[in-house]
């Protein structure tokens, strides 16, 4: 299961969180990609859980975005969690439909 985007209340990011745990719960791998352009609440959240998580193995939060290394987490996931509250826009579903994720 992957992440990929922006690290912003608007993405519905609780729900990242619940998926992430989720999946490792029931003994699945979870990499995040997410870009934080600010210093909030989520930001520090995630960063906390990068902590957290560390030494876990089916897990790798990545708290920055670089192009080159999203289209290896697209092309490594199975699955993709898009969450919004509002009106997603596309371009990760079309992307990851790409690579078959």
Same mark, same amino acid.
């Given at each position: 299961?992957?992440?990929?985007?922006?690290?912003?209340?608007?993405? $519905?990011?609780?729900?990242?969180? #619940?998926?992430?745990? &989720?999946?490792?719960? #029931?003994?699945?791998?979870?990499?995040?990609?997410?870009?934080?352009? #600010?210093?909030?609440?989520?930001? $520090?959240?995630?960063?906390?859980?990068?902590? &957290?998580?560390?030494?876990?193995?089916?897990? #790798?939060?990545?708290?920055? &975005?670089?192009?080159?290394?999203?289209?290896?987490?697209?092309?490594?996931?199975?699955?993709?969690?898009?969450?919004?509250?509002?009106?997603?826009? $596309?371009?990760?579903?079309?992307?990851?439909?790409?690579? $078959?994720?």
């Amino acid at each position: 299961m992957a992440y990929v985007g922006r690290l912003d209340a608007q993405k $519905g990011m609780h729900l990242v969180h #619940h998926a992430l745990f &989720y999946t490792l719960a #029931h003994g699945g791998q979870f990499v995040l990609l997410g870009d934080a352009n #600010h210093h909030d609440g989520i930001n $520090g959240h995630f960063w906390h859980l990068k902590h &957290y998580l560390n030494d876990n193995p089916d897990c #790798h939060l990545e708290i920055g &975005y670089r192009e080159e290394l999203a289209h290896l987490v697209y092309a490594g996931a199975d699955l993709l969690v898009v969450p919004s509250l509002f009106e997603p826009c $596309g371009l990760v579903q079309q992307v990851a439909l790409k690579y $078959g994720t």
